[in-house]
C-alpha cells in the first residue's frame, strides 16, 4: 500500500517562480548593509527552491500530515497526559493585549496580563496546596531544578550541607538528571512488590544528609502512595524536604493535593494537566509552587499586587536563586493555561480526574484478560501492563506498539518505568470518548491475536507509515534533516 512518491520541494523548483509579487514600493529602500553590518551579510544567495505557492503549502500541508498528533489520533502515551488542546485556549492567546505585548513595556500599560499571572500563580497555589508560585520554569523538568536548587539554598541557609536527593526506582528519568545538574546526589530506593515506595528501603537512607526525597504521586505505575503522610513524617524527621513531581497530577485535581500531603515544593507540568500544547520541545511550561519555607528562595521576580490594588513584580526579593528564564516565562503559555481553568473551574477539574481515573480503570479491567498485570487493583489515571508473554511467539511490546501505528493509533509508553518487565504504560486521559477507548482496547486484543497466530506481521510493522522501522538511537544522534535524503 505505498502512494506514489511526491515530488519533493527542491526537485519542483523552477528559475524565477515565485509565491507571490506585489507591486514596486514607493518608499525609497533602506540599504540593507544600513541596518546589518556587510560582514554579516550573505556573500552568496541561499540555496531556496523557486516555487508556486500553491506547492509551498502543499509541501509543509503535506509534511504535517506524515506526523502524528493529537489532533488527528488517539495519543495513550503513560505519564504524559497528551490530552486535547482546547481551541478556546489558541483564541484568548491570540488577544492582543497578550499576543502583543512587549516584555520591556511600562507595568501600568500591562496591568491585565500581569492580573492574569498573579491569578494563575494563586490558582496553582490553591490547587497544589502551596503557599506560593513562580511561573518561570519552562518545563517540568526545570520546575524539578528549579525547585531543588530552592531546596539547596534552603539548607545552606541553615548552615546545613546536605547533598543526597532519593528517588523510588519508578522515577523518571528527569529526577535524577535534574538532581545532578543541581549539584545534588541520586540515591535510587527500590519500590516493594506492589509498586509502592519500600518504607524500610526509605528508613535505611535517610538521615542527616537528605536534601530532599522526590516522588511521583499516583507514581509512574499509576499508583497512589497511600503511606504519604508516613513518608512525609520520615524524611521530615530526618530535616529533609519533600519535592513533588506533578506529572500525573491529571489524576488528582480537586480530590487531594500535595500541600496537604505533606510535600514542600510541586510542579506542575502545564502541559499535561493544564491542556498547553505539548509541542515539539516548546515552548512549555512548568510552575512550581512552595511551602512557607522557601519563599525567600524562589526565582525573582514574582508577580504581586500592592495594597492599592495595582499589579507589580517584585524584584526585592535578597534570598532568591534568581532568574531562571528569560523574562517571565512563556506567558503565551500561561495563558493558555489560564483559559483551562476558567473554563472548567474548581468542580469542572475535580471531574476531569474523575473521569481520567475512570477510562483508566474501565481500560485496565478490558485489558487484563490478554496481558500480565503486574499491579492488579484499583489504578489512577495510567496502568501498565507487561508483553512478556508475547515472548513465546518471538514478539515483544516493541514490535506491539509499531503494530498500532498501522491503525492509527500513536503507541502508548513503552519500557517505562524501568522497574516492569515489558512494560506497555497506557494513559486514556478525560477527554476521549467510550468508542474510541473501545475501539483501541478492540484493536490491541486483535494484535495479541495476530502475535500468536502470524508473529511476523508484529516484526515487520509498521507497514502503513512514511517511514518503516528507524534505527531510534542513530535517528536521533545523527539526524538527516535535509530534504534530499533518499
Ligand atoms: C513528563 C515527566 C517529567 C518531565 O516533564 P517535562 O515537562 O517533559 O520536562 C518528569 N516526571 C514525570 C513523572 C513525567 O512524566
Not at 553590518?37 to 516555487?51: D, G, I, K, Q, T
Not at 512549555?284 to 522557601?294: E, H
Amino acid at each position: 500500500m505505498t502512494k506514489p512518491e511526491k515530488a519533493l520541494i527542491f526537485e519542483l523548483s523552477q528559475p524565477g517562480r515565485v509565491a507571490y509579487a506585489l507591486p514596486d514600493c514607493d518608499v525609497p529602500e533602506v540599504e540593507i548593509t544600513e541596518l546589518i553590518p556587510a560582514s554579516y551579510l550573505r556573500s552568496v544567495p541561499a540555496a531556496l527552491p523557486e516555487v508556486y505557492e500553491v506547492d509551498v503549502i502543499r509541501h509543509y500541508t503535506e509534511l504535517s500530515r506524515r506526523n502524528f498528533g493529537i489532533d488527528n489520533g488517539f495519543y495513550p502515551l503513560g505519564s504524559c497526559t497528551m490530552k486535547y488542546n482546547p481551541k478556546i485556549n489558541e483564541d484568548v492567546a491570540r488577544f492582543s493585549g497578550f499576543a502583543k505585548i512587549h516584555p520591556y513595556q511600562p507595568e501600568e500599560t500591562i496591568q491585565g496580563a500581569l492580573e492574569l499571572l498573579y491569578t494563575l500563580q494563586n490558582d496553582i497555589a490553591a490547587l497544589t496546596g502551596m503557599d506560593q508560585v513562580t511561573l518561570q520554569p519552562a518545563a517540568g523538568a526545570h520546575g524539578e531544578w528549579t525547585g531543588l536548587m530552592m531546596i539547596r539554598a534552603y539548607h545552606e541557609s541553615r548552615g546545613d550541607s546536605r547533598t543526597k536527593v532519593i528517588v523510588p526506582d519508578s522515577s523518571h528519568g528527569t529526577n535524577p538528571a535534574s538532581a545532578t545538574v543541581a549539584g545534588l546526589e541520586t540515591i535510587t530506593i527500590p519500590s516493594n512488590a506492589r509498586g509502592h515506595v519500600d518504607l524500610d528501603a526509605l528508613r535505611a537512607v535517610v538521615g542527616s544528609d537528605t536534601a530532599a526525597l522526590m516522588l511521583t504521586n499516583p507514581n509512574t505505575l499509576g499508583l497512589f502512595e497511600e503511606q504519604i503522610v508516613e513518608i512525609a513524617r520520615i524524611v521530615h524527621e530526618a530535616g529533609g524536604l519533600l519535592y513533588y513531581d506533578g506529572a500525573n497530577s491529571n489524576a488528582i485535581m480537586g480530590i487531594t493535593r500535595p500541600g496537604d500531603m505533606g510535600f514542600d515544593v510541586v510542579h506542575l507540568n502545564l502541559h499535561k494537566t493544564m491542556s498547553t500544547p505539548h509541542g515539539g520541545g516548546g515552548p512549555g511550561a512548568g510552575p512550581v509552587g512552595v511551602k512557607q519555607l522557601l519563599i525567600p528562595f524562589l526565582p525573582k521576580p514574582i508577580v504581586i499586587q500592592r495594597q492599592d490594588g495595582i499589579f507589580t513584580f517584585d524584584h526585592e526579593r535578597p534570598h532568591s536563586i534568581g532568574r531562571v528564564k528569560a523574562y517571565y516565562g512563556n506567558f503565551g503559555i500561561l495563558v493558555r493555561a489560564y483559559t483551562y481553568i476558567r473554563t472548567y473551574g474548581p468542580e469542572g477539574l475535580r471531574h476531569v480526574s474523575q473521569l481520567a481515573v475512570l477510562n483508566a480503570n474501565y481500560m485496565m479491567h478490558r485489558l487484563a484478560p490478554y496481558f500480565h498485570v503486574p499491579y492488579p487493583g484499583v489504578c489512577k489515571h495510567e496502568f501498565v501492563i507487561s508483553g512478556k508473554q508475547l515472548k513465546q511467539y518471538g514478539v515483544r511490546t516493541l514490535d506491539v506498539a509499531k503494530r498500532l501505528l498501522d491503525f492509527g493509533y500513536h503507541p502508548p509508553t513503552i519500557y517505562f518505568p524501568l522497574n516492569v518487565e515489558e512494560c506497555i504504560m497506557i494513559e486514556p486521559t478525560e477527554t476521549e470518548s467510550k468508542e474510541t477507548l473501545d475501539a483501541f482496547i478492540d484493536t490491541m486484543i486483535h494484535i495479541i491475536k495476530e502475535a500468536e497466530t502470524t508473529p511476523e506481521l508484529l516484526l515487520n510493522a509498521p507497514y502503513r507509515t512514511t517511514v518503516r522501522r528507524l534505527d531510534e538511537t542513530q535517528a536521533a544522534r545523527k539526524p538527516v534533516l535535509n530534504c534530499s535524503c533518499n
